[in-house]
């Protein structure tokens, strides 16, 4: 595969694992083969008190099974997935300790099941701290979304990577500034459409209208993209020259800036 011809989902939420998230795994699946891509990272939030918002408790509940939860959108992604359509697993980290008035996001990429398990309250230690972990395991670590509204900047030093392109349609997303900041600090740019499967639907009249306000949509781009591609932003990914089927030759790929961006010219 000498052109960069293989699409990958790189930043994907799952009804199972992430509160917010209104797409099962397999629909989120049965998206991405809608769209074109070839494979997929699952990015389930990864943060405190996740449990209690999805079942709806008033208590903890043990490490392996708060990790038995997380895994549950990524595993029922793997069931559902075609033979050659390689699902691979990310995490979306907040810590708890973030500066006052932020919600900092980080996407982490070849994490493993194992490393979950025997790793309790990992995003309990803080972002310098996980960065030791991430070069100490080999990860690699982007700040997603990080020029929204209620985002704060931190130290390049503690970043890999940048998501320059997110494609989610309900934040103001100020993209163009993500990548020139990632241009400035030298952090290689990522581009994914932060998929939670809770974008605008066509109602009984035939117009699209969005998912929560039920509001019809008149933005002519936006229009345009839904019909396109259902969605009212481009998706977002990366296009990779060859098969990415696990986290070594995503790893690999990453760190030798062997991708293009899908979604976006930046």
């Not at 990015?43 to 997380?70: C, S, V, Y």
């Not at 980080?106 to 979950?116: A, R």
């Not at 990080?146 to 997303?173: A, C, I, Q, W």
Request: with cysteine; hydrophobic share 35%; net charge negative.
């Amino acid at each position: 595969m000498s052109e960069y011809t293989f699409r990958m989902e790189m930043h994907m939420h799952t009804s199972e694992a992430s509160p917010c998230g209104k797409a099962s795994a397999a629909e989120g699946i049965a998206r991405c083969l809608r769209l074109g891509y070839h494979g997929c990272v699952i990015t389930d939030h990864f943060k405190a008190r996740t449990e209690q918002e999805l079942l709806g408790i008033n208590h903890d509940l043990p490490w392996r099974e708060k990790i038995d939860l997380f895994l549950s959108g990524y595993r029922n992604a793997k069931a559902a997935a075609p033979n050659g359509f390689p699902v691979l697993l990310g995490v979306e980290i907040r810590f708890k300790d973030c500066h006052p008035g932020s919600e900092n996001d980080y996407t982490v990429y070849g994490v493993t099941e194992e490393m979950l398990y025997a790793n309790e309250g990992l995003y309990d230690i803080g972002l310098p701290a996980f960065r030791r972990f991430a070069q100490a395991h080999g990860l690699f670590v982007v700040q997603a979304h990080p020029f929204r509204f209620d985002m704060t900047h931190v130290k390049p030093k503690y970043l890999d990577g940048m998501e320059v392109y997110n494609s989610n349609p309900h934040h103001d997303e100020n993209n163009d500034f993500a990548a020139l900041w990632a241009d400035r600090y030298g952090l290689l740019p990522l581009s994914g459409s932060d998929y939670h499967g809770d974008g605008p639907r066509r109602n009984a009249a035939g117009q699209w209208e969005t998912f929560h306000k039920k509001k019809a949509i008149d933005n002519p781009d936006a229009v345009r993209n839904l019909e396109q591609f259902g969605e009212a932003n481009p998706p977002g990914g990366l296009a990779f020259c060859q098969t990415v089927s696990d986290n070594a030759a995503l790893l690999t790929a990453l760190r030798n800036r062997d991708y293009r961006l899908i979604g976006t010219e930046i």
